[in-house]
Nanobody, 116 residues
Framework: QVQLVESGGGLVQPGGSLRLSCTASGFTFRHYDMTWYRQAPGKERELVARITNDGTWTNYADSVKGRFTISRDNAKNTAFLQMTSLKPEDTAVYYC?????????WGQGTQVSVSS
């Protein structure tokens, strides 16, 4: 079955960096786009970044442009989200997501907390 497993979250001070990973299984990873979302307490889930199946095109939310970088390693079935210059408002649970036909799949999420 399709599985997405996020890792790499944690507590970091403002201005710090983290790299999130999303390891996929159960489908042909290199054929599908991957997306990172986040959900802060009391807020709706929002798109953070998206990458095409071959990694040639990426898109970012305005709030993270210039600070976050999405990438992927198709040989390792893994997508990444490199986060730099983190701000307290980046605090959220981060989820990876993929759409296979008409079915959407989510990981369990990884908590990112930015606080001094």
């Amino acid at each position: 079955q399709v599985q997405l497993v996020e890792s790499g979250g944690g507590l970091v001070q403002p201005g710090g960096s983290l790299r999130l990973s999303c390891t996929a299984s159960g489908f042909t990873f290199r054929h599908y786009d991957m997306t990172w979302y986040r959900q802060a307490p009391g807020k709706e889930r929002e798109l953070v970044a998206r990458i095409t199946n071959d990694g040639t095109w990426t898109n970012y939310a305005d709030s993270v442009k210039g600070r976050f970088t999405i990438s992927r390693d198709n040989a390792k079935n893994t997508a990444f989200l490199q986060m730099t210059s983190l701000k307290p408002e980046d605090t959220a649970v981060y989820y990876c997501n993929t759409l296979l036909g008409q079915s959407t799949y989510w990981g369990q999420g990884t908590q990112v907390s930015v606080s001094s």
